[in-house]
């Protein structure tokens, strides 16, 4: 028998914590949730590896969406903000060389997508997509402009908080995720169907964006903070050891 | 009291939205800022193994396709090495990524991954597993990424011995992860979110 070396397979998502896949006041869940109970097993090379991103795949403009799409010398229309934190893991250990992709609606709440009819209109300088990596300490930031609420067709009025979507490679496939950040003190965040697919209102806290003014720059952008916890990885020895011991 | 475990909690998900193509295919919605789609090309030069296309449509409930999914697949190479920081038994193949995105077709929303059949990959406890694709899927109306794999139905002798495959305790429902292969080289993978036939999910 083969005995692999093993970093340790990663810790159990809390699905409690975590929203459920069937929230009905959020109408697409209804018929887009599984019924039957996932199948729950450890995680094996498959799950605890990941692809690797290298900073020079970036180019010079990926963090800064308030240029990456405008023309020369323009730049897209809205509040300037910068957008940093850290990515860690449930151990609190920074999680380097992590691929961050971020997108966003522009300042009146308008997506750059063909299948998108808001009636406010397209920034023509503002394409609503970055991405970056993390440093050796986990940390990233970008530069955009405060997205706006938009309405959406689910109740007959409701309305997205202000929010940037998030997808994150972390340092195994069990990590992988998507989520998105709303910024403080937004009213819509308490109304919104999306954001109540959460229970815990401390998980709900964990999404929200303070406003730092240590990091906002003096007649240029202010700045919010949001960390990103990822799944942690045991370090343990024990599902290694040879048989007999 | 006792001590406090100060573990932090892992960041919540929350649903791609409709819009996910913007941030993570955004060549295919028509914003020009990157090169290329990352995951588009999995193959970056002549590759080891067999050379495969995976082809397959995600439904949901009432058996609609989903044409707003973003499919990924992560995978090993045809000698079963990821192509990974964490690969810790050898050189993958450096012409291969193992990992693929697809937006899925505007129109139909089937999605296509032009790959290579994984070799087998060992298990922790050192038993073999039978080569398998490891999905994810997210769309509006997903509140949290789907896992699942995608197992060859040609590969009978390993499949029935795979220490996933035979976990399962309804038997039944094994074949919701197994791809056929069409005459053409293609293997057909159709996820049904809900209902009669539903895909097996992972928690992992």
Partial sequence: ?245 | MVQKLEYLKESPSQTAGPYVHIGCTPNFTGIEIYGEDLGAKMKTGPVKGEEITIKGTVFDGTGTPLRDALVEIWQADAAGLFNSANETRGQADPNFTGWGRSPGDMDTGEFTFDTVKPGAVPFPDGRMQAPHVTFWVVARGINIGLHTRMYFADEAEANAVDPILTRIEHQNRVPTLLAKKDADGVYRFDIRLQGEGETIFFDI
């Fill in chain 1, 1 to 245: 028998m083969t005995i692999i070396k093993n970093t340790g397979g990663f810790v159990p998502r809390d699905r409690s914590w975590q929203p459920a896949a069937l929230t009905p006041q959020y109408k697409t869940s209804v018929k887009r949730s599984p019924q039957a109970a996932l199948l729950s097993f450890p995680t094996t090379l498959s799950e605890e590896t990941n692809p690797v991103f290298g900073h020079n795949m970036l180019g010079e403009l990926d963090n800064n969406l308030i240029h990456n799409y405008a023309a020369a010398g323009e730049s897209a229309i809205g509040p300037r903000i910068i957008v940093h934190g850290r990515v860690l893991d449930e151990m609190g250990r920074p999680v380097p060389g992590a691929l961050l992709e971020f997108w966003q609606a522009n300042a009146g709440g308008r997506y750059r997508h063909k299948k998108e009819s808001y009636l406010a209109p397209l920034d023509p300088n503002f394409g609503g997509c970055g991405r970056t990596i993390t440093g050796e300490d986990g940390s990233y930031e970008f530069r955009t402009i405060q997205p706006g609420p938009y309405p959406w067709p689910n109740g007959m009025n409701d309305w997205r908080p202000a929010h940037i979507h998030f997808s994150v490679f972390g340092h195994g496939f069990a990590q992988r995720l998507i989520t998105q950040m709303y910024f403080e003190g937004d009213p819509h965040i308490w109304l919104c169907p999306i954001v109540g697919t959460i229970d815990d209102k401390t998980a709900v806290e964990s999404l929200i964006a303070p406003l730092d003014m240590h990091r906002t720059v003096p007649m240029d952008s202010r700045a919010y903070k949001f960390d990103i916890v990822l799944r942690g990885r045991r370090q343990t020895f024990f599902e290694n050891r040879v048989e007999g011991m």
